[in-house]
């Protein structure tokens, strides 16, 4: 069974940072486009940042400069680094694969304050 579960949210105060991470079962993540995504109550969820399977990464322009997607030592994790967060920042952060097949995990809370 194939399943994705992020950790690493929290409360943080505007200007902060936080790490997320995603850890995947039953398949391998290691040699897919992952990406990570986001969705703020009352709006449907974007994404935010990608990794290929050459580690290319790619941001959605409001993130850009701010947040680093990167690969774990291990196979199967995935990390989303966010530095200068913004209140517009929060949201329930997931991952997953582009394009997106995997059952979507609980994501995890980040709630920035101003």
């Known amino acids: 069974q194939v399943q994705l579960v992020e950790s690493g949210g929290g409360l943080v105060q505007a200007g902060g940072s936080l790490r997320l991470s995603c850890v995947a079962s039953g398949t391998i993540i290691s040699i897919a486009t992952m990406g990570w995504y986001r969705q703020a109550p009352g709006n449907q969820r974007e994404l935010v940042a990608t990794?290929?399977?050459?580690?290319?990464?790619d941001y959605t322009d409001s993130v850009k400069g701010r947040f680093t997607i990167s690969r774990g030592n291990t196979r199967n994790t995935v990390y989303l680094q966010m530095n200068s967060l913004k209140a517009e920042d929060t949201a329930v952060y997931y991952c997953?694969?582009?394009?997106?097949?995997?059952?979507w995990g609980q994501g995890t809370q980040v709630t920035v304050s101003s």
């Open positions: 990794i290929d399977r050459s580690g290319g990464t």
């Open positions: 997953n694969h582009i394009p997106q097949w995997t059952p």
